[in-house]
């Protein structure tokens, strides 16, 4: 199992930046996917959650409205589009598979986000 993020960097307040994340080694169809986010001194937080099909989303209270997570099966891959970020929005990002994949956990090695102005 192998989860994979990109898309990370340097983005100005108000601004936009998308965030993926490639999956491989496991039947990615099968699971509901989810981003998580761990800020400078602060605990893991969650972020999106999409499920199996992609028709159900779920986010938390400080994204919703400016994030939207998707997913692509085909390709095996789940986007995060971050709009009108601000600096609270500072984190190392992270997608994980909802659920146990032969009794453990996986995570990305996460991506890199920066609000500066």
């Known amino acids: 199992v192998q989860l994979v993020e990109s898309g990370g960097g340097l983005v100005q307040p108000g601004g936009s930046l998308r965030l993926s994340c490639a999956a491989s080694?496991?039947?990615?169809?099968?699971?509901?996917m989810s981003w998580y986010r761990r800020s400078p001194g602060k605990e893991r937080e969650f972020v999106a959650t999409?499920?199996?099909?992609?028709?159900?989303?779920e986010y938390s209270d400080s994204v919703k409205g400016r994030f939207t997570v998707s997913r692509d099966n085909a390709k095996k891959t789940t986007d995060l589009q971050m709009n009108n970020v601000n600096f609270d929005d500072t984190a190392v990002y992270y997608c994980t598979v909802d659920g146990l994949i032969k009794g453990r956990e996986y995570w990305g090695q996460g991506t890199q986000v920066t609000v500066s102005s």
């Open positions: 080694g496991f039947s990615f169809s099968s699971y509901a």
């Open positions: 999409i499920s199996l099909g992609g028709g159900v989303t």
